[in-house]
């Protein structure tokens, strides 16, 4: 850009405030010299200032909408800050009466977008689960039309009575939740709550997925039989009217989990899920022997084992006579029965039952639980820094064992009663397991997993990996860059080495980043629609795979690739 120099004149006339601070000669006016100097000093500053002094503004702009209705979320909230610092850097803003936002940045990089409003629960740009994409900043990239698509609530609700149409309060509503994260479907508890003096409970800001929903009851005088001595509380146990229970209960009224139905939720939608409950006979478990030795009083529990969950019910009476424990409110069901120590003898003891009338056994009878134990290290033989949870997965049986490692690196998982079978070890200290070397006394060991039997203890050797790697790339399709795909790094002989799976989503620019990545070979792919599917199956494995780039993983190394989406 061409500027030709400015008149006596023009400098007068333009900047004539400015020129009452400038000393002036002997006759009043400003030297022609001088006059020019200040001009061109003037015109200099009004000029705009080099990129070099001032860091570039880059803007990210947008709307939010609702992702059902595709209408604008007016008065959402939303959080914008550096994905690498974001507390530090965050932002704050509420969207426009059109769902319109907009936040201005000074450096280029990675940001993080998060919000909600009403009826639309906390997430983050894109969300998947644990993932998001992160908004990318910076030259030549267009972040002024975001369409930040946030996920309506879904509800699930219901009315818990008995079958004279009356209320039950204070019933125990567990709601579980089956999903893919981990690669194959795993169905786990993730809420519970208390129906009220009306009978009615309600789960809140849910995400779309599947549900079961399960009630567990007393009847109103429950508790006042357990208010009562034992005397008095056998005597009014005798009465029928008194000597009943409810049943453990899965929607739609089963007491069975293999007849239970799933309830499937979208985006944004309401469920009713109503309960009305039968009293049925309530049962007596006796054990006799609990304490031979007669040292401490006997310690019996009854427990149900729903998925992978353990339900306690607080009704159950029990009462100690001698070495024998006996238990009564007992509803019908599969239970396991704990016995934490027998005499001075330090093993548990457990066994599976299904009650179907009054049962008396004897603690002898009852099987050994096999500890299972281990120790944690790393590669250089030390105590890992931080905190270390290990995780033993079935995922055949759905059985999940977790414990986290003490002040000595050792871990000992409670397994009341342990479904044998193939279980994959979890070690980590933060987002992955990073488990790079698996030894066990008493299982066999194969990859990343151990095969336990049960009947025989088990003492795990694991060894955590200070060596690294990561993979960074991009997802594109026909040359662009594609925005939430999910990246998958497949292991070889991935049936045994599950923990070893990476996961990423796409960033806006197609980027995306795998982190933790231990060494081996590897197959690496980019998936449109794969987040609600199991990406660990062997046989969607076998056609995903097909076009899947391989790559060779060493230790502490940095690799890039350029990913096709699928």
Request: charged fraction near 20%; hydrophobic fraction near 40%; charge should be negative.
């Amino acid at each position: 850009m061409n500027f030709r120099k400015p008149c006596r004149a023009e400098c007068h006339k333009a900047f004539a405030p400015a020129a009452r601070f400038v000393p002036l000669n002997r006759r009043g006016r400003l030297s022609p010299d001088r006059t020019a100097r200040i001009c061109f000093f003037i015109v200099f500053l009004a000029l705009p200032v080099s990129a070099q002094n001032v860091a570039p503004k880059f803007r990210v702009a947008g709307k939010v909408v609702s992702a059902v209705t595709g209408r604008p979320v007016a008065g959402a909230e939303l959080l914008f800050g550096r994905a690498d610092d974001f507390e530090a850097t965050q932002q704050k803003l509420l969207t426009a009466d059109d769902g319109a936002f907009a936040f201005t940045v000074a450096e280029p990089g990675k940001y993080t977008l998060n919000g909600q409003a009403y009826g639309f629960r906390s997430q983050g740009f894109e969300q998947h689960g644990v993932y998001v994409s992160a908004i990318v900043v910076g030259k030549n990239l267009n972040t002024e039309n975001i369409v930040f698509r946030l996920r309506p609530d879904a509800r699930l609700m219901g009315v818990v009575e008995d079958e004279d149409h009356e209320a039950i309060g204070s019933a125990t509503v567990y709601l579980f939740h089956t999903d893919v994260s981990l690669g194959l479907k795993l169905t786990s508890l993730v809420q519970q709550v208390t129906t009220d003096d009306r009978g009615r409970y309600r789960f809140a800001h849910l995400e779309p997925g599947d549900y079961y929903v399960v009630v567990s009851a007393s009847p109103w005088f429950s508790g006042l039989l357990q208010q009562t001595d034992a005397a008095q509380s056998a005597a009014l146990s005798q009465k029928p009217e008194f000597d009943v229970t409810y049943s453990t209960t899965f929607y739609p009224g089963v007491t069975d989990v293999a007849s239970a139905s799933q309830i499937s939720l979208n985006d944004g939608a309401d469920f009713t899920a109503d309960f009305t409950l039968s009293p049925v006979p309530a049962l007596r478990v006796v054990v006799d022997d609990a304490n031979p030795d007669g040292e401490q009083p006997p310690n019996v529990a009854l427990h149900q084992k729903i998925f992978n969950a353990t339900i306690t019910q607080p009704w159950l009476r029990h009462v100690v006579s001698n070495d024998s424990v006996e238990i009564r409110g007992v509803p019908p069901g599969a239970y396991v029965l704990d016995i934490p120590s027998l005499g001075n003898k330090t093993s548990n003891r457990s066994m599976r039952l299904a009650l179907s009338e009054d049962a008396e056994f004897d603690a002898e009878s009852a099987s050994a639980v096999a500890p299972i134990r281990g120790v944690v290290r790393t590669q250089a033989g030390v105590l890992p820094k931080g905190q270390v949870n290990v995780f033993l997965w079935n995922s055949r049986a759905g059985e999940l064992l977790d414990s986290s490692m003490n002040d000595k690196g050792e871990v000992n998982f409670d397994n009341d009663f342990l479904v044998p079978g193939t279980y994959s070890v979890y070690a980590m200290s933060g987002p992955n397991s990073i488990v790079s070397s698996l030894k066990a006394t008493g299982a066999r060991v194969a990859g990343q997993t151990v095969e336990i039997t049960g009947g025989k203890a088990v003492q795990l050797e694991i060894e955590m990996a200070s060596t690294l790697s990561k993979i960074t790339g991009t997802v594109q399709r026909d040359g662009k860059p594609v925005l939430g795909a999910m990246i998958l790094l497949v292991p070889e002989e991935a049936e045994i080495n599950l923990p070893k799976f990476r996961r990423d989503q796409s960033d806006s620019d197609g980027t995306f980043t795998l982190v933790d990545v231990l060494p081996g070979h590897y197959r690496i792919l980019a998936i449109e629609n794969g987040w609600n599917q199991e990406w660990a199956n062997a046989s969607l494995l076998t056609q995903w795979l097909e076009h899947a780039q391989k790559i060779d993983v060493q230790g502490n190394q940095s690799y890039h690739t350029v990913l096709e989406l699928e």
